[in-house]
């Protein structure tokens, strides 16, 4: 596992949700956990802080990209220097017979996931959508309390606290659901990237737009026999129907030379990360 030490780790909270379970991942013995209501406000608390980090989501095995996310890395210069895959587990939480719930409170993503057992399960209740996964489970607790039907979608971590309410375990659609967070730093001068890691992150940019650029950037990945892990490609905030790619790639003995001839063509190329698996 990388070493890293921190005095803070920022978050999304509160405490409790995927996210905090990711940066849990990380060795915290000597690090603060901090939690943050959004994926910019993590970004911003880096230069406030030094010898800090912050874990964010930046994909979804069903979902996809975190697109505010990927945004991020580039508008506040951010690195990656690891990644974490998380294991995504829903429960359904009840307090009345299912036919009688009107109403479920469930976080959009968390509600988007388990669409499936909700259309089949819960097809006459209306959703409340909350702030983060652990929210649901709160509101769910203080509707409880005030003797009213309800039913929560929250995470299975939240709902083994409640094991008398628990209707059903695993509801996400896809048993293989998985969250890919990444451990990201302000980007610091002078940085030199280790390629010996597990995989490296770019952000491509084309300085014009012309019948080929594509197939001419793919032409280097294959030259140097490098396996591209993901393509994205994005709207560009400066110039409006113009798009940039984001592009993981598998390290191998070439991956420097590959970097230089990017270096030389006709984009513009930043180096987001180089970086490898925290496993738990």
């Not at 039907?149 to 971590?157: D, G, K, L, T």
């Not at 628990?166 to 890919?180: E, L, M, P, V």
Request: charged residues 20%; contains cysteine; hydrophobic residues 40%.
């Amino acid at each position: 596992m990388p070493h890293f030490s921190y005095s803070s780790i920022f978050t999304l909270g509160p405490a409790g949700t995927f996210s905090d379970e990711a940066a849990h991942r990380i060795d915290v013995s000597h690090s603060k956990i901090k939690y943050v209501k959004s994926f910019a406000e993590a970004a911003l608390m880096l230069s406030t802080e030094a010898d800090s980090a912050a874990v964010l989501p930046i994909e979804n095995s069903v979902a996809g990209i975190v697109a505010p996310v990927q945004d991020l890395l580039i508008t506040e210069g951010l690195v990656i220097v690891a990644e974490i895959n998380l294991p995504v587990r829903y429960t359904l939480l009840v307090n009345d017979a299912l036919e009688k719930v009107s109403t479920h409170f469930a976080h959009p993503q968390a509600s988007e996931q388990t669409s499936k057992f909700t259309a089949k399960h819960l097809p006459e209740s209306h959703v409340e959508f909350s702030n983060s996964n652990i929210d649901s489970g709160l509101r769910f607790i203080d509707a409880s309390q005030q003797g009213k039907s309800a039913a929560a979608i929250v995470p299975a971590s939240f709902a083994e606290k409640y094991p008398d309410s628990i209707h059903a375990t695993d509801i996400q659609d896809y048993k293989s659901n998985t969250t890919r967070f990444i451990v990201v730093e302000k980007e610091k001068e002078g940085i030199r990237w280790d390629l010996t890691q597990q995989k490296t992150s770019l952000f491509i940019e084309f300085e014009d737009d012309r019948a080929g650029l594509l197939y001419n950037l793919l032409s280097i990945f294959n030259r140097y026999g490098i396996n591209m892990c993901r393509l994205e490609s994005r709207p560009s905030k400066d110039t409006p129907w113009f798009y940039v790619f984001y592009i993981d790639f598998s390290n191998n003995q070439n991956s420097q030379q590959c970097i230089e001839a990017l270096g030389i063509s006709p984009f513009r190329c930043k180096v987001l990360g180089s970086y490898s698996l925290i496993r738990s």
